[in-house]
């Protein structure tokens, strides 16, 4: 067997392993670099470290780490609350208000899970309470995530658009942004109209509106907001599940403590400076890395350390709630494909799928491998070792365009995530009230199914074909 299909052997052996045992693929990257550049490429390990990738580690730290520190002061909280309460008393309005909230979290710095853990439990409160399918709301906060994800400030937008920067392809932040926003949008309409949107929009709620139901949004005092952390089956086998887990941990003892001191916790209270001047760095964030250019780690790094310094003992667990598990998948995966690069894998593979049939077609095969896969693993993972896999065909003048495809391997890995296997499926699994658990599953299964079967050939068509 040559090197080349040893290194991709291991590969695959990782996606196996991380899928079905409870282990960071991660972890598993950096271990199979190390065996597989020393033994297999006769590389030491200076050139083996060449391949971590600083400035993406750097970019995905700042990110969560401004992310942590806006959920601890209250800021994310204070924002759900303005947006439900916005719907007034409309009932169809609910599930959109759900989607954006989710598109927002996710386009800010939360990984998927962490914003779908967040706003699962709440959408599906009101779901059970207003006669609302819970099959519809649980997919548009999933939908809502994804839809989000790939801003340019957002957990996905960053590792895309370094990984197709290093690469030397076209570079359109915006495009891919945009088309998954375009793409889940599209659809969560579809589902909306499917599962009795229409009828909601002739319901009108009664006059006490769920906009403070039972203390879910309220605000004990400026600093303290919390949201009821999720409950129920996570596959935690997957980093971006674990990258949540820390967070709700401490919600949860937060909320705890927040119960046990007075029962002003279930008052709302006005936002106070502190979340203004969050929000004020988020916005910052967003003009000087896309206005200005510059780099994003060190940005939100330096925006995330001003408002921790403004209430540093509210702020003292923020580092330990940053995504470390997603962080060791992504450096991990992307110094193993490091190493398969050195080694001329990458060539070799981009060349092999070229030759064994058209660019086109190429395109389609990665984009379905990248659906399926990511319905059972990581979605980062997929994105950081499928992407340049595509890198030497798309380089060879094809007519594929770059960006487009780009655009379609990206939706095409993270539109999945609806699947009950997949960390986002099991949240609104757990979450789900006044269901049958056994009806509901089969439901998300049928439709991850159409979703993994279906998305692939469509985005393919419409980013790739026209």
């Not at 887990?245 to 927040?258: F, I, L, W």
């Not at 299964?445 to 469509?458: D, E, F, K, R």
Request: with cysteine; proline share 5%.
């Amino acid at each position: 067997m040559s090197q080349h299909l040893i290194s991709i052997s291991v590969l695959g052996l990782m996606f196996v392993i991380a899928t079905v045992l409870p282990i960071n693929m991660g972890a598993l990257a950096f271990v199979g670099a190390f065996l597989v550049g020393t033994l297999v490429a006769a590389m030491p390990a200076k050139s083996i470290l060449a391949g971590f990738p600083a400035d993406l580690f750097l970019t995905l730290v700042g990110i969560t780490y401004l992310f942590a520190v806006a959920q601890n002061n209250g800021t994310i909280d204070w924002l759900v609350r303005l947006a439900v309460r916005a719907v007034g008393g409309r009932i169809a309005a609910i599930p959109w208000i759900m989607f954006m909230i989710a598109a927002v979290l996710t386009s800010v710095g939360a990984v998927s899970p962490a914003a779908v853990a967040i706003i699962a439990p709440i959408a599906l409160g009101f779901a059970a309470r207003y006669g609302i399918n819970p099959l519809l709301m649980g997919l548009m906060v999933i939908h809502g995530a994804q839809g989000g994800g790939f801003s340019p400030i957002s957990i996905y937008g960053g590792i895309t658009n370094k990984i197709v920067q290093k690469a030397g392809l076209p570079l359109n932040e915006m495009a891919t942004a945009f088309a998954s926003l375009g793409v889940n949008l599209a659809v969560a309409a579809g589902l909306f109209v499917a599962f009795g949107g229409l009828r909601l929009m002739r319901q009108a709620a009664p006059a006490a509106a769920p906009l403070a139901a039972a203390g879910v949004l309220a605000m004990g005092h400026p600093f303290g907001a919390r949201t009821v952390p999720a409950q129920g089956a996570q596959i935690y086998g997957d980093a971006e599940a674990e990258a949540g887990v820390e967070e709700q941990k401490t919600m949860a003892r937060d909320r705890g403590s927040m119960l046990e001191g007075n029962g002003a916790s279930t008052a709302e209270t006005p936002a106070g400076l502190y979340q203004y001047l969050t929000v004020a760095g988020l916005a910052a964030l967003a003009v000087l890395t896309l206005y200005f250019k510059l780099d994003i780690g060190f940005v939100s790094l330096t925006i995330a350390l001003l408002l921790t310094l403004m209430a540093p003992e509210l702020q003292k667990r923020a580092l330990g709630q940053v995504s470390w598990p997603e962080i060791m998948l992504i450096v991990g995966v992307s110094t193993y494909v490091g190493v398969m690069d050195k080694m001329g894998t990458i060539d070799f593979v981009g060349h092999s799928v070229a030759h064994l049939t058209s660019p086109l077609m190429a395109a389609l095969l990665l984009c379905f491998v990248g659906a399926v896969v990511s319905a059972f693993a990581s979605s980062t993972a997929v994105l950081g070792s499928l992407i340049p896999l595509a890198v030497p065909f798309l380089q060879q003048g094809s007519d594929v365009s770059a960006i487009g495809f780009i655009a379609a391997m990206a939706v095409s890995s993270t539109i999945v995530d609806v699947s009950p296997f997949s960390t986002n499926g099991a949240l609104v699994l757990a979450n789900a009230q006044g269901v049958d658990r056994q009806a509901f599953f089969r439901k998300l299964m049928i439709y991850g199914a159409l979703v993994t079967v279906i998305a692939p050939v469509v985005l393919w068509f419409i980013f790739v074909v026209i």
